[in-house]
């Protein structure tokens, strides 16, 4: 009997040390304890990545024969090669058909953060991700990555969820699960971590560094742990002479441009694709169709090209060679995404870089003399075309450095990447996944959370049943109705009670004004308004650009609604600024 009530008082002690609340309060105050969640979110990212590995090889044997990645083998039977994209791109489709009543919209965890603060569907995020496993399994040229990221911030966003955490430890959870998922798939930790930095928490945050940090380097030794496959490893001890910098520029120049095409392409591919007459299930498979043709040519184009990455880097392919697949995996991806298949760009885009920067160093070779390996210009094009395709030049540089173990040329592919990102950014002005954003018609630019600002509207600032007045009250009727002192601003109604000016006391009580006019005479601001739709920044610009202290907020039939004020509005907004610079203090 002592025994069992020992083991009760146990128990019980571990429910309440367990308990959600507690827990909850202990990730809140206690750092470690917040980067211990996110190490154990990096382990779960890791095994996911792991998983999906797991499960394209098995996908890659059963479809095409392929015991290697798919890209990368020596044959093919012909009618797989045809046959693999097009029943992808069935599948895919009747995807969407089943799916589009419950996921019509899943965000990314760059939207998720920057929009929702961190909120993801763990539900919608398994959907895409199977989406792009199917893409990608079944021959579609996309990468695999946007699954990978998909999942693990899902996952991670739901955990946070449930232990309702503040909004910028969410935000910091969803990057640490989206890093974890880029180092494992890369075996790289600090390009992993700085791609959670640049693109999913869109800023270099010293209170994120530590979990950030701890997730990428778990889901690195999870997956070292338990998967023999590690990525590329291109030693290179030597180093760059100045004079190198010189095509290096031009290479990065090149990719610039490149880039752009490329994203530019997919769009106009979707328009061509949304413009036709074929349903939007059956875009999929045409979209097969044509990748399955490609790939009668060189099943190089196939997935999302990790075999073929080791044929580029590993072998001495010639320059027409190169030149082929380089053409035809941009004509695949293209059409892939362009026709509905689910994924990214991250891995093509690493693989046409370094087939353009060894065709490129070919002809400098030919031209002037190359006195740089060609292993150099490859890393530095995979790099400096990725960059300028995902936007992430820190994360593209300890990319290199950790494949090559060369800082020399980590710093040439760091210059490569912001030359490469200057250009794109003053070109273009977007990256592939805020220019996708764009198409949508969002100003979504980076992962900056803006969300709290459009959360923040005049609508919810606004001071509502607002005094009001006709315009045809006189001076006189207007001073005995609000005397000095009793407010400072009173909006004015014509005839039809619509919004016809501000009346300012100062103006009202005026010494100068005659008692017998119409206060119409002193309206101001006759055509300066608010909507309650628009954000704290947008009336914020609203009164600087109108002169005005006070506005009022109308509806869309010009029905006054209520009036803000600039000094309330300043100060809302600085209060939710510091809350989200020093989430501590609040």
Not at 84 to 97: E, F, Q, T
Not at 235 to 261: D, K, M, N, R
Not at 362 to 377: D, E, K, R, S, Y
Not at 486 to 497: H, I, M
Request: proline share 4%; net charge positive; hydrophobic share 50%.
């Amino acid at each position: 009997m002592a025994d069992r009530l020992r083991l009760f008082r146990r128990r019980s002690v571990l429910r309440r040390l367990f308990a959600p609340f507690r827990l909850r309060t202990l990730i809140r105050r206690n750092e470690i304890a917040y980067t211990a969640l996110a190490a154990i979110v990096g382990l779960f990212s890791g095994l996911a990545v792991v998983g999906m590995q797991e499960l394209i090889q098995l996908m890659g044997l059963w479809i095409f024969g392929s015991e290697t990645p798919v890209s990368g083998a020596d044959t093919l039977a012909p009618l797989r090669r045809l046959a693999g994209p097009v029943i992808g791109g069935v599948l895919v489709g009747l995807s969407y058909l089943i799916g589009r009543r419950w996921f019509r919209r899943v965000a990314d965890p760059i939207e998720a953060n920057a929009v929702g603060g961190g909120k993801l569907s763990i539900l919608g995020s398994l959907y895409i991700s199977a989406q792009t496993v199917l893409s990608s399994g079944f021959g579609g040229s996309v990468g695999m990555e946007a699954a990978y990221t998909q999942v693990a911030s899902g996952g991670s966003s739901w955990l946070g969820q449930r232990l309702r955490l503040r909004r910028e430890e969410l935000r910091q959870l969803v990057a640490a699960g989206a890093g974890g998922a880029i180092a494992a798939a890369f075996d790289a930790p600090l390009a992993g971590a700085f791609y959670a930095f640049e693109l999913v928490l869109a800023t270099y945050n010293v209170a994120a560094l530590l979990p950030v940090l701890a997730a990428s380097i778990a889901a690195t030794s999870i997956t070292r742990l338990i998967s023999n496959s590690h990525g590329p490893n291109l030693f290179f001890a030597g180093e760059i002479p100045v004079e190198g910098y010189l095509p290096i520029a031009l290479l990065a120049v090149l990719s610039a441009g490149v880039g752009i095409v490329i994203m530019r392409s997919v769009a106009m591919m979707e328009h061509v694709f949304g413009k036709s007459p074929i349903p939007g299930w059956g875009q999929p498979i045409i979209g097969g169709l044509v990748v399955g043709v490609l790939a009668l040519t060189s099943p190089q184009v196939l997935s999302s090209g990790h075999g073929a990455m080791t044929l580029v880097l590993g072998t001495n392919m010639t320059v027409w060679a190169l030149l082929a697949l380089f053409g035809l995996k941009i004509v695949a991806s293209i059409v892939s995404l362009g026709s509905g298949f689910r994924g990214g760009l991250f891995f093509a885009s690493l693989l046409l870089g370094a087939i353009l920067g060894k065709v490129f160093a070919i002809g400098w070779m030919l031209a002037f003399g190359l006195q740089v390996p060609i292993v150099v210009f490859a890393v530095v094009g995979m790099c400096a075309l990725a960059t300028s395709i995902i936007g992430a030049p820190m994360a593209m540089s300890f990319l290199a450095l950790e494949m090559t173990q060369s800082l020399p040329l980590a710093l040439a592919v760091l210059f490569s990447a912001l030359l490469s990102t200057s250009i794109v950014r003053q070109f273009f002005g977007f990256s592939f996944s805020t220019w996708r954003f764009h198409l949508r018609g969002e100003t979504i630019r980076s992962a900056t959370d803006v969300g709290w600002i459009r959360d923040l509207s005049v609508g919810r600032l606004m001071r509502r049943s607002p005094n009001t007045m006709p315009t045809t009250a006189t001076i006189a009727e207007a001073r005995r109705r609000f005397p000095l002192g009793s407010t400072k601003t009173v909006p004015l109604l014509d005839q039809t009670d619509s919004y016809a000016g501000m009346c300012q006391m100062t103006d009202l009580h005026s010494d100068g004004q005659d008692p017998k006019e119409r206060v119409a005479s002193i309206a101001r601001h006759k055509s300066a308004w608010l909507r309650p739709e628009q954000t704290v920044r947008d009336a914020i610009d609203a009164f600087a650009r109108n002169e005005a202290d006070t506005l009022a907020v109308v509806s869309n039939d010009m029905q006054v609604l209520g009036t803000l004020n600039e000094h309330y509005c300043l100060r809302r907004y600085a209060d939710e600024t510091n809350k989200r610079l020093y989430p501590a203090r609040h």
